[in-house]
């Protein structure tokens, strides 16, 4: 304890534990071994500690709650903003949970009661109840004086929401025309009434959206009534973005979003092997798709080797198409009611390009097999396949958003499956067509 | 003309085009016919105009500009924060910048000069050069009533930079400090002088990381010298995340990050061909690995329909491991040096799926076609392929970052090349050494 004693009293310490050292020693903390967390907890004051706490990956923070006594993460609990409360509680058992809430003060228990509510990927999840709420009838010097009196107790943003005397929300207020507004005028003058909200159910990437759509620095939650229910700021939405990004990335990959880096061997198997089960069934979809031709493949066994060709570029094309119109329903710009035009366009596209892709590949596959009539199927079937991803690569993402499923987690499964079987059919049954001139 | 007048004598009409309303009638620009852009232009005031100038999307933009003459653009100018005319400057053809450039101020036209250097992805690309920069040895009421004085012609942030007389950036203020503090200390008492920045040459991708990372809401560029160039706030910092999330996904899809949904027929196909084209090149070498044993698939056809059971799996896994290794080399959380550990780690992962796939398949497909051998092929083919693509879902991004290349771009095909490739051999391989037992 002599070290603590001495931190305590060297005033230099603490001063250089700002917000950037505590970030930095917070994310170094999932590599502390449980002597040195505790160590840490010991050697660190509340308000200090809570900071890191508020900084430090999930399961860092439940490591630490567990070293710490109840009283100890109540007073840690007071320095730390509601939501950033919740995601912990969110975390630890119910029990716990119930417990360590069972002792908050009576406001406190209702609000994150209230925000335990919300699922932790829509407004409700991760908005902040802290945050500047002023009347509309205030003189700007009071509201000046006002804010200077909430400031520490929050974030300081440059929006503050001015409501009017039953708490709805009228309207934002922009803290520079505060700061140069004539001290005597009233709050409402200098009020915005238009402004964007969210309600607590909306989804946080709506909510990153809107705020990226607008340049806001924070966004209302209002209930059915335009009560404020809570705020959402920028730097809350950058962690989303990055959530989301992330999330978007292993989905395509047929990867889940829980497995890390760090993710232990028997968790990486159990998050991909349902995958891979999922691409197996489809894998012998196509495998008997192939068996069906069996004889044909038998007189001609140069098909077995150029089919997966025809297959494989109708996979690239349609990837082309998904990963444009995935993206599209994401940012809102695109939805089913587009589907028509976007077919229209994509089939010529895919035309053009089965086309030229086709002429390619059937030039060198009847050169290389001095066969033209194979030449011919190649191309033909390459044009087919190349029009069916098209389709498949436009609709498939828009069904799967207007059934209200992820367009990023399974299009790419279906439009491999649809390429896959139709590819090997359509090439197959041409070559069947043309068998007298192949062999 | 007349409505024009109308308007600009209906104060209320003023009133009603704010930072929202602006934001969303510039969005609305580019379904605006060639007339109705004019009309636009005529009946807004410079300022406004400015204002959904800045809001729009870069190919409105340039409609604009067409439009207007050099006067007025200049006019307009004036009201534009200096990168979003750099952006808009970047976008005319160079002989027009220059005709404006060389119409502009003294001072303005050497900052622009020196932002037009700048790659538009990196820090200094996306910098402002407008922030408040205090001097360290201001009081604190001096302090407030320079920012007050500034407020109008810049955005407030809560982040003000302390510079000491030579210019140099010695730490930052926060604004919720500064209104607290008392009026007679020096601005140095509160200034945090451990900061995070940034040189121009950044790439704006890790520009957002540490923004994320540190919860900033702007971040400082600094030349060599320490000497501030500009800040790149929060709100940048979103649009960077929103496009680099759309360059990553299209990347990994193999479509050109400037495709979008408006695109022309030509342009998408323009577009789309090239990667198609190298997506030939590895399907014709899969081709030809298949081709090399045609005789063993003439004498046993049941493996023309099998192979792509085994290659398609191999992809599917290493496409896991290849979206979670992308996505944690863009987070720097991964790096080459990692690449050891995580080999170990992905060895043992892909050995137990492949035995546990490859078990499955084998089973059924010994039962299908009611041959035992076949199925221990599929079985010992599967492993060794879903190996293969462990290792080369790690490797192959890991490298491709070394050699400072985009590992979404490109992993896919690589990755994909190897898997067919070496899966079609090593399943056809071992169908040759079993060859007795199979026909």
Not at 45 to 72: M, W, Y
Not at 88 to 100: D, M, P, Q, R, S
Not at 147 to 159: A, G
Not at 379 to 392: D, H, Q, T, V
Request: hydrophobic share 45%; glycine share 6%; with cysteine.
């Amino acid at each position: 304890m002599d070290s603590n004693e001495n931190r305590k009293n060297d005033a230099s310490y603490a001063e250089e534990l700002d917000e950037l050292s505590t970030v930095d020693l917070a994310l170094e903390l999932s590599d502390y071994e449980e002597e040195e967390l505790k160590e840490l907890c010991e050697t660190h004051e509340d308000e200090e500690l809570a900071g890191i706490l508020e900084q430090s990956e999930l399961k860092t923070q439940i490591r630490i709650i567990k070293i710490l006594d109840n009283k100890r993460i109540l007073r840690l609990f007071s320095y730390m903003s509601k939501d950033d409360i919740v995601d912990i509680l969110g975390e630890v058992t119910a029990g716990k949970a119930k417990e360590l809430i069972n002792l908050m003060k009576e406001g406190d228990k209702k609000i994150i009661n209230q925000l335990m509510g919300y699922r932790d990927d829509c407004a409700g999840g991760i908005m902040t109840t802290e945050y500047i709420k002023l009347d509309s009838s205030l003189l700007i010097k009071d509201a000046i004086a006002k804010i200077k009196e909430i400031v520490p107790k929050t974030e300081l943003i440059d929006t503050i929401f001015v409501v009017n005397r039953s708490k709805k929300l009228i309207g934002t207020a922009k803290l520079r025309d505060i700061l140069i507004a004539p001290e005597e005028d009233k709050l409402e003058s200098i009020t915005n009434e238009h402004y964007i909200y969210v309600e607590p159910e909306t989804d946080q990437e709506e909510v990153s959206l809107l705020v990226s759509k607008y340049d806001l620095t924070a966004i209302p939650v209002l209930n059915k009534n335009k009560a404020m229910l809570g705020i959402i700021t920028i730097d809350d939405i950058v962690d989303v973005m990055v959530e989301e990004h992330t999330e978007d990335i292993l989905k395509i990959g047929g990867a889940s979003k829980e497995e890390t880096i760090d993710s232990t061997i028997l968790e990486s198997i159990k998050l991909r092997l349902p995958w891979l089960f999922v691409n197996l069934i489809t894998a012998f979809l196509a495998s008997m798709t192939v068996k069906s031709f069996e004889s044909t493949i038998a007189q001609v066994v140069a098909l077995s080797s150029i089919m997966s060709i025809v297959t494989g570029m109708g996979g690239n094309a349609g990837t082309q198409t998904v990963s444009i119109i995935i993206r599209n329903i994401a940012m809102k710009k695109v939805e089913f009611k587009d589907a028509g035009y976007l077919l229209g366009k994509q089939l010529l596209v895919n035309l053009v390009n089965g086309a030229t892709i086709g002429a390619i590949t059937g030039l060198i596959i009847s050169v290389i097999y001095n066969n033209f009539y194979l030449g011919i199927i190649v191309f033909l079937a390459m044009i087919a396949n190349l029009i069916i991803s098209g389709i498949c690569g436009i609709l498939i993402p828009l069904v799967l958003a207007k059934a209200k499923l992820d367009p990023a987690l399974s299009s790419t499964i279906f439009l491999t499956t649809a390429t896959d079987v139709l590819g090997f059919f359509v090439f197959l049954s041409l070559a069947n067509v043309f068998l007298p001139y192949l062999i």
